[in-house]
């Protein structure tokens, strides 16, 4: 029986494709994927924007700027209290329109269950006005509620009469399953005449993905490992776009097992940034939360590391070298725990650097990577068996820095993996959230960031370069956004075969178990 609806849910996916005019989908390779369809649930609302599912009342574009998505203005009524006006004509991809009520369900249920959608504003009033207005009033105080709505936790989503939830994006779900996610033109959404149908696949890794890339199995290869890239390119009709992301990578420290000041300043100080880079084959070292792209950059310092400057802080602190070229004090030797989870590649590159660069400097250091399944990286951090954390971040998702500030360093971040408890820096992450002037909002970002510098709560490293594979009949996507914007309603290309000539193996599996069907009715 469960073969048999498994069958039937495939076929109707293909049914489906087959009434868009296309039954090739554009086979999309990802590292990670959404483990569920409710966006009420941890990072679900940015994985499902990822995927061209869900969307926002406000988005960010290609050149950073804050556009309306499902909504077309704000306004203030007072310091706590405004007015969001929604596109009269939206739809969900069910066909019911996106009413007021909707919204205000949809920000209201966000707030209440998923921490990060209570970072910016606390707790949140939503209520309908009208039929297209609704007036959200906030217990913290707001410059621009426009950029708090572009956060990728205030999704917007309705349920169904069966209980599935409803999105409005370009696409819409088919088939949900563990590893795979069949997607067919929102019928509502402008354009959806123009556009395939999409297969997302998950890899166990980026050299999965990469072998996958190679054997013309996936059209649109997202985040390739660096060292898989001298082969790939010489293969015929293989397409490599590298570009300069939104995400930094960076290592949070345990300020609760590395308490003293000295010891972190000393390992940030060790860390060639340059090494770094160089080692991930592309990028830009930095100390600055904010890429040098946006007017919240603020780094002057110099990029390579100081050694000398860092033992002479670690001796300061106690911890001399012994005999066997150890760090100790008091007869015990410093040792740390420095995680990194798989599913960036680029962090367990960085990994590697820094053990090296630790050890040299006479630290002992075990290097722990986490599992596939999320929930372990999860554990780790829950349980603090962590010294340092290596860890990827966009700190611009909405344009503008308070979530990241206010997420991953007011002391009561829902992100705040260094444990930091900075009356000062609290004090000053409110002063932005009621900045409303841009110079004023640029310094206040500024000194934050020099008071997390002199505190050392994280270690920020370098804003990396990706690098993604595209097939012949995918040539003309253009990547950027890091991956928060992959699958995007400019995701169109001619239906055709996939380079090397093969069919992709969902289609071709499609056209066996609609063959096979027509065969068992005869």
């Known amino acids: 029986m469960f073969a048999l609806v498994h069958i039937l849910s495939i076929l109707s996916f293909g049914l489906v494709c087959a009434s868009q005019g296309n039954d090739d989908p554009v086979v999309v390779g990802l590292t990670f994927l959404a483990e569920s369809t409710d966006p009420s649930e941890g ?26 998505q499902l909504a077309t203005s704000v306004a203030k ?39 990060s959608a209570q ?75 123009v556009r395939s149908s999409v297969l997302i696949k998950k890899f166990e890794d980026g050299h999965d993905l990469a072998t996958a890339f190679k054997d013309d199995k996936v059209d649109i290869a997202f985040q390739l490992p660096i060292d898989t890239l001298p082969d790939l390119r010489k293969e015929k009709g293989a397409r490599i776009k590298s570009f300069e992301v939104g995400y930094h990578y960076m290592m949070f420290y345990n300020m609760e097992t590395l308490e003293d000041v000295r010891i972190r300043k000393a390992i940030d100080l060790a860390i060639d940034r340059n090494t770094v880079s160089q080692a991930l084959a592309g990028g830009k070292g930095t100390r600055s939360l904010f890429p040098d792209n946006s007017p919240f950059f603020s780094d002057d310092s110099e990029a390579g590391g100081d050694p000398d400057a860092a033992s002479k802080l670690l001796e300061e602190a106690g911890w001399a070298l012994n005999t066997s070229g150890k760090r100790a004090k008091d007869g015990k030797e410093l040792t740390v725990q420095l995680v990194a989870y798989p599913h960036r590649p680029g962090l367990l590159i960085s990994q590697k650097v820094i053990a090296e660069t630790l050890t040299a400097l006479g630290i002992s250091v075990t290097t722990i990577v986490t599992g596939q399944d999320w929930s372990e990286t999860e554990q780790v951090i829950n349980d603090r068996s962590f010294d340092l954390l290596m860890w990827a ?55 934050i960031q020099d008071f997390i510098l002199e505190a050392v709560p994280v270690s920020n490293l370098v804003t990396p370069f990706w690098h993604v594979g595209l097939s012949e009949r995918a040539a003309d996507y253009e990547p950027w956004g890091s991956d928060y914007y992959v699958i995007r309603s400019d995701l169109s290309v001619a239906p055709g075969e996939v380079s090397g000539g093969q069919r992709s193996a969902a289609a071709q599996g499609l056209l066996i178990i609609c063959a096979t069907f027509m065969v068992v009715m005869l």
């Open 43 to 68: 990072s679900t609302p940015w994985a499902l924007t990822s995927h061209g599912i869900a969307e926002k009342l406000f988005t960010v574009d290609k050149n950073g700027n804050i556009v309306g």
């Open 77 to 115: 009524v007072s310091d706590f209290v405004w007015d969001v006006t929604i596109q009269p004509d939206s739809k969900f991809s069910d066909g019911t329109p996106v009413s007021s009520e909707a919204v205000a369900f949809s920000l209201m249920e966000q707030n209440n269950k998923n921490p």
């Open 119 to 193: 970072s910016s504003l606390g707790n949140m009033t939503v209520v309908a006005l009208d039929d297209t207005t609704v007036r959200i009033e906030s217990e913290r105080q707001t410059h621009m509620m426009d950029a708090v709505l572009a956060e990728w936790a205030f999704v917007i989503y309705s349920k169904a009469s069966d209980g599935n939830f409803v999105f409005t994006g370009p696409f819409a779900i088919a088939v949900f399953e563990a590893e795979q996610i069949h997607l067919v033109p929102n019928e509502y959404y402008l354009g959806a005449t």
């Open 393 to 447: 971040q966009h700190t611009l998702p909405a344009g503008d820095p308070l979530w990241f500030l206010t997420t991953f360093f007011r002391s009561d971040g829902s992100n705040n993996h260094a444990h930091i408890n900075s009356t000062t820096i609290d004090l000053y992450v409110d002063m932005l959230s009621r900045s409303e002037g841009h110079d004023e909002r640029v310094m206040l970002s500024q000194t």
